[in-house]
């Protein structure tokens, strides 16, 4: 039953432990130490984690949880979960609900049985799930989740989130640093604020059961087009329909119940796809609520019997699914540093901040293009309105010519804000912005925020929120450093310099114009940007000495976390693809090869019968189906045994990365053949002898 309109602000976080049940169910002194630890990153005392504790669990119990979990992110790119109930037996056949500050703060998982990269061996298997108290536990499925960080016995991060925590607290120290230096000292804290827009498919679960490659690779191996497309430009912001619109009302609320501010839902471009934007947040909590969204995505489809597909390229031809990382810095008191004002050219705090980060994705787009790389996004990037590999900064025209007036001493006017004439006077006034958008640039301001385009749709935010922070916060310590001698009554000059030296320095990464021509390619490469196709080829990048220097400078990892995280992500992007390869031999050779001898013995068997009964008519037409489809046989099946032969040699390589490069120079292209091959087969056999749904049924099915 839908909920009521007037419920809905009792609904939003109903099922969180925020900061309006701490203050309801803790005391006074318990409340405020624990927002201290919250607010200022202090040490937080087992007196008031088992307060907390007592507070947390009669809330829960009174919520309906019976179990406790602690939530965390391993390098699998998933979540974790392990349940522990609240019953402690008192010895006389009876038991009480109990959760001590002990079981709050600290758990103890099987470290060996997650993805280390060498970090952890299988008898080293002891790890810990530490408490994040800045990200607020939150009831599902009658347990109450506490959101922690996962490490080793030894202390080395085996997660997202701790990472994720360092990088906060470098770009908060950094950037203090600049605004004290500029004057600006009421700030006390500075957070990176964030809002992944989610795009996804949905697809119906009974066709969605009948795909191999669904159910194990998440996306289509093989499928010939459907004769419609989106080239008629008529889904997107399309009317839902009403099975699309019952699915994204339940999932509102199943998100809004866990606080999670869903804000805007649509159709996308492609047919089947959909996205829903929530309202920023801090980085941290974005980053959990992400994860929680996909999962709720999925959770909810299954009711409406369908399926949702997260992949970056579940079909081929067609729009692939990102995820738009909206990323800015916000102040403790609700400012926006990212915001240029009414005057931009005069806001000396906006420019050296809006330099701050150009310097960062220009000294490493590397790292940005490593944070986007996967199996699947390989797929996606670099057309379909999926931006390019090569990372560029689109910053319109506006703020262009601000810094080229910067760049050589020339007077900049503001421009005249413009009312936006539509030939229609019964239509409101407005006035337009200042500058048009770019849907072909990786990394996009966009008015206050910048918008990273390049995440692929099924990936963790935490990554390039991780790299963004650290690199903005090592361009702002070498501004601090070029800055912090000089006198007062220079100051002004000098900043103007300094800004001045970043942009002839950096200019090199803006691009307003079109990512999607091959005149571009070539510009980069003049301009000395990296152009990172493949997932392998990018990965070698981020072991380099720069970006080591990088991250263990600002304490965001180790020299041995990175190399385990280089392992990690390369381990993967092989095992990725031998399934996928592993999972087109079987059904190429189980389902889609016998479907085509079926349909080729039956024309030849009704060719047979139609000469018997009437010599005289020709059967050329047929025979000449029969002759492709059979040679159609051949090539798939030369092409399985090559696909086979290819997969095998991956296992001989004891190297990571030379298998890595294998898998994508020739086992990819080998599976590439055999999908134009099976989809060229495909158009010529009926439905009705295919063993799978087509992409026509898939994508308007719903």
């Known amino acids: 039953m839908s909920t009521d309109v007037k419920d809905i602000p009792a609904l939003y976080g109903s099922l969180v432990f925020n900061d309006k049940v701490m203050r309801n169910k803790l005391p006074k002194d318990m409340y405020k130490a624990l927002k201290k630890t919250m607010q200022n990153g202090t040490h937080l005392e087992l007196d008031v984690a088992n307060s907390v504790a007592v507070a947390m669990k009669e809330w829960a119990v009174e919520n309906g949880a019976t179990h406790f979990t602690h939530w ?13 109930s609240f019953i402690s037996p008192t010895g006389d056949g009876e038991v009480i609900m109990n959760f001590s500050g002990k079981e709050l703060v600290k758990g103890e998982p099987d470290a060996s049985s997650f ?3 060498g970090l952890r061996a299988t008898f080293e298997a002891r790890g810990y799930t530490a408490w994040d108290p800045t990200s607020p536990a939150f009831i599902k499925d009658h347990t109450l989740y506490i959101p922690t960080a996962f490490c080793s016995y030894s202390g080395e991060a085996l997660d997202k989130k701790t990472p994720l925590l360092r990088s906060m607290e470098a770009l908060n120290a950094q950037a203090l640093k600049i605004l004290k230096l500029l004057g600006n000292d009421k700030v006390t804290g500075v957070s990176a604020t964030v809002g992944p827009e989610q795009e996804y498919f949905l697809v119906d679960k009974n ?6 490659d ?15 497309g989106q080239e008629m430009e008529d889904h997107y912001f399309g009317a839902l329909k009403p099975k699309i619109a019952a699915y994204m009302h339940d999932l509102d609320e199943e998100l809004w119940k866990l606080g999670i501010p869903a804000k805007t839902k649509h159709n996308e471009v492609a047919p089947s796809q959909h996205e829903l934007a929530p309202v920023l947040d801090t980085v941290n909590v974005a980053v959990d609520h992400n994860q929680l969204t996909m999962e709720m995505m999925k959770k909810v489809a299954e009711r409406h019997g369908l399926v949702c597909l997260l992949h970056e390229k579940p ?27 009414k005057t931009p050219s005069e806001n000396i705090q906006f420019l050296v901040f809006l330099m701050a980060v150009i310097k960062a994705v220009d000294d490493y787009a590397d790292l940005m293009r490593i944070s986007a790389a996967s199996a699947g996004n390989d797929h996606r990037l670099g057309g379909n309105e999926a931006p390019p590999a090569i990372v560029s900064i689109f910053l319109g025209d506006e703020l262009t010519q601000i810094l080229k007036s910067i760049e050589n001493d020339t007077y900049f006017g503001e421009q005249e804000r413009v009312q936006l004439e539509t030939g229609a006077h019964v239509l409101p006034h407005f006035i337009k912005d200042t500058t048009d958008r770019n849907r072909t640039s990786p990394f996009a301001f966009t008015g206050n925020k910048f918008e990273f385009r390049m995440l692929g749709s099924s990936a963790s935010v935490a990554t390039p929120n991780i790299i963004l922070n650290t690199a903005v916060a090592e361009a702002l310590s070498q501004f601090y450093d070029e800055l912090k001698d000089t006198p007062a009554d220079q100051l002004k000059t000098a900043v103007h310099e300094l800004i001045k030296r970043a942009i002839k320095k950096h200019k090199k990464i803006i691009f307003n114009g079109n990512g999607y021509t091959e005149e571009w390619v070539q510009e980069a490469k003049e301009r000395g940007l990296y ?51 592993r999972t087109m031999q079987e059904m190429l050779t189980k389902d889609f090869l016998p479907s085509l001898s079926a349909y080729a013995a039956a024309i030849s068997k009704n060719a047979c019968e139609k000469k018997a009964f009437l010599p005289s008519v020709s059967v050329s037409e047929e025979e000449a189906l029969v002759t492709s489809l059979s040679e159609s046989y051949e090539a798939i099946t030369k092409g399985i045994r090559s696909l086979n032969k290819a997969t095998e040699e991956i296992l001989k390589l004891s190297d990571i990365q030379t298998a890595a490069d294998l898998c994508h120079d020739k086992v990819l292209a080998v599976m590439e053949e055999l999908r134009l091959a099976a989809n060229a087969a495909e158009m010529k056999i009926p439905d009705e002898y295919l063993p799978y749904p087509t992409y026509d049924q898939l994508l308007f099915s719903v």
């Open 72 to 84: 965390f992110q391993p390098m699998t790119g998933y979540t974790a979960e392990k349940h522990d």
């Open 115 to 117: 993805p280390s990269g």
């Open 207 to 212: 066709l969605y059961q009948k795909r191999r």
């Open 214 to 228: 669904f159910i194990f690779c998440g996306r289509t191996l093989f499928g010939a087009p459907a004769p419609k």
């Open 315 to 341: 079909f081929e031809g067609i729009n692939g699914s990102g995820k738009h990382n909206n990323w800015s810095m916000t102040t403790n008191e609700g400012g926006n540093l990212l915001d240029p004002g």
């Open 531 to 581: 152009n990172l196709v493949s997932t392998p080829e990018a990965m070698k990048e981020f072991i380099s000495e720069k970006n080591i220097a990088l991250f263990t400078k600002h304490h965001i990892l180790t020299k041995e976390e990175i190399f385990s995280r280089y392992e990690i992500l390369l381990e993967n992007y092989v095992k990725t693809i031998e399934i996928e390869s």
